[in-house]
């Protein structure tokens, strides 16, 4: 609905009727909104000149916030490791329980198991000419040893494969093939580093199962008889 004429004419030319009526129509809550803008104006004036006056204080000491730099950066570092350190080790605890379907059938376990550590011992001590082993060759540092019958598959695992895990699973089992056992390479993970990793572990005839992808070897040993 449109104000009368006379209203509006007040309201253009009487200042003091035009605050009457605000007055009028506007709660105290709203009539102190103006004040309160401006103190916030003048807070935030007043912060941003503090933050000016501490940084003209502390940036010439270029050096001591390039070490907290660092230090934060290490912080950072470490907590990541950490936190893939833990990732990787509950992996390698779900792989021991899984492993029954994984390859269909069989036993084994990690090298502390002491049914694996007795087989490992038996067929190592053919080798008396290695009392000591290099750590890349030492299948009792293999996150997992599985058999089935005669076939023992030597496992490195990672959520994701490299270079690395594909090499030590390819050196590992020709310690044990060197002391008369069927030994096999696998690598079992989530994904591949990169592409290139997958072709590597083809060359090194390294079985492997990464992801929902599994080689012929490894379906091969899946294929076994079911113990």
């Not at 933050?51 to 204080?57: A, D, I, K, M, Y």
């Not at 934060?72 to 899984?98: F, I, K, M, N, P």
């Not at 009792?140 to 076939?151: D, P």
């Not at 060359?203 to 076994?224: E, K, M, N, P």
């Amino acid at each position: 609905m449109a104000l009368p004429d006379e209203i509006l004419d007040l309201l253009r030319r009487d200042p003091a009727f035009r605050e009457e009526l605000r007055r009028q129509l506007l709660t105290e809550d709203l009539l102190g909104l103006p004040a309160l803008v401006r103190e916030l104006v003048e807070a935030q004036r007043r912060t941003e000149q503090r933050v000016e006056q501490l940084g003209e204080h502390v940036l010439p000491q270029g050096e001591q916030v390039e070490r907290l730099a660092e230090a934060v950066r290490t912080l950072v570092s470490w907590q990541r490791g950490e936190a893939g350190r833990r990732d990787g080790e509950r992996y390698e605890r779900e792989l021991v329980l899984r492993a029954p379907a994984l390859f269909n059938g069989g036993q084994g376990g990690m090298a502390d198991d002491p049914w694996v550590r007795q087989r490992l011992t038996t067929l190592l001590r053919r080798r008396l000419d290695e009392a000591l082993l290099p750590a890349e060759e030492d299948p009792s540092l293999a996150n997992l040893l599985w058999w089935k019958g005669e076939q023992v598959a030597v496992v490195e695992a990672s959520l994701q494969v490299n270079g690395t895990d594909v090499a030590r699973a390819a050196a590992r089992p020709g310690t044990l093939a060197r002391a008369g056992a069927q030994a096999l390479a696998v690598v079992i993970g989530d994904q591949w580093a990169t592409p290139d990793t997958a072709r590597r572990a083809e060359s090194a005839q390294v079985a492997w199962r990464v992801g929902t992808d599994l080689s012929s070897s490894f379906i091969a040993l899946r294929r076994l008889p079911f113990e």
